[in-house]
């Protein structure tokens, strides 16, 4: 499954798949379509947070080489 979303669109909708495997009765085949799509929700979230971790990782090695300078 292709995730195209933004973080905070894949989180929300990792929210409601959460609360509906919670809240709801759902047939054994629909929890684990759920959980499938929540995995696959928590890995795309997972990558964006990496990407952005080394991206303030790499400006904060420039702002520690710039200030030496």
């Not at 495997?21 to 997972?46: A, F, P, Q, W």
């Not at 971790?53 to 080489?65: I, M, R």
Request: proline share 0%; hydrophobic share 35%.
């Amino acid at each position: 499954m292709e995730v195209n979303l933004s973080f905070e669109d894949a989180l929300a909708r990792l929210e409601t798949v959460v609360q509906t495997m919670e809240n709801e009765e759902t047939s054994l085949e629909m929890s684990i379509s759920l959980y499938k799509e929540g995995v696959t929700l928590s890995k795309h979230c997972n990558e964006i947070l990496g990407r952005f971790e080394a991206e303030v990782t790499v400006l904060q090695e420039g702002d520690n080489n710039s200030s030496h300078a």
